[in-house]
């Protein structure tokens, strides 16, 4: 079990570009989060999935943002025409049904320049 | 709309004294409370956690306490340590919709 991994750790873009980011869940965790962090906040719901059902999705989601979790296993969340305010740190968070404790990843960083 | 509130950005502590930090609510459905770790460009830690039916919970060094009449808890750390200067989140778990809403969070500084 290696946690929760989120690829790219980092990623500059120019604006107007599309990013996508992946996280990897630990395993056995069928709820899987994404979360997004700016400077001097907490993290942000954006949505959640359990297993391959997206059941809730922030209205902070603009139609420009869109995840997919096809397998119930891994999740992307791809980001089209990014604009400058979407720099942020985007967090990916698992665990399992029943259980209280979420996992974080270690984040990807964007930049949009 | 904050549902989880954290009202001190900052806070410091000399090393060995006890470092409290306050998280108030508004939701009296919230469920569970915990708290997260979060150093510079590293995702969030749990660190401890506690059931709306507990008014305590400890783990070595770190104890919760929940107020739920008035909607607040609290982080005890005794003693603390320079290690444990980080940003401290606490969140709470809404069991209608299983979210987990996060506080904006209060930096700890403890000074050797």
């Known amino acids: 079990d290696t946690g929760v991994s989120q690829n790219p750790r980092h990623k500059i873009t120019k604006r107007g570009q599309n990013v996508t980011f992946r996280c990897d869940p630990i395993?056995?965790?069928?709820?899987l989060y994404w979360y997004r962090q700016t400077l001097g906040q907490g993290p942000e719901f954006l949505t959640y999935?359990?297993?391959?059902?997206?059941?809730?999705k922030s209205r902070l989601l603009s139609d420009r943002f869109s995840a997919e979790r096809p397998k119930g296993s891994f999740s992307t969340l791809e980001i089209q025409r990014t604009e400058q305010g979407d720099s942020a740190m985007y967090l990916c968070?698992?665990?399992?049904?029943?259980?209280?404790?979420?996992?974080f990843g270690a984040g990807s960083r964007l930049t949009v320049l | 709309d904050q549902q989880v509130k954290q009202n001190s950005p900052s806070l410091s502590v000399q090393e060995g004294r006890i470092s409290i930090l306050n998280c108030d609510y508004t939701?009296?459905?919230?469920?569970?409370f915990l708290w997260y770790k979060k150093y510079p460009a590293e995702g969030p830690t749990f660190l401890i956690s506690?059931?709306?039916?507990?008014d305590k919970n400890e783990d070595g060094r770190f104890t919760v306490f929940l107020n739920k009449s008035a909607k607040h808890l609290s982080l005890h750390i005794v003693p603390s340590q320079p290690g444990d200067s980080a940003v401290y989140f606490c969140?709470?778990?809404?069991?209608?919709?299983?979210?987990?809403?996060f506080g904006t969070g209060t930096r700890l500084k403890v000074l050797a």
């Open positions: 968070a698992s665990t399992v049904a029943g259980a209280n404790v979420l996992t």
């Open positions: 969140a709470a778990s809404d069991p209608g919709t299983y979210k987990y809403i």
């Open positions: 395993s056995e965790h069928n709820r």
């Open positions: 506690i059931s709306s039916i507990k």
């Open positions: 999935f359990q297993n391959e059902a997206q059941l809730e």
């Open positions: 939701n009296s459905m919230f469920d569970y």
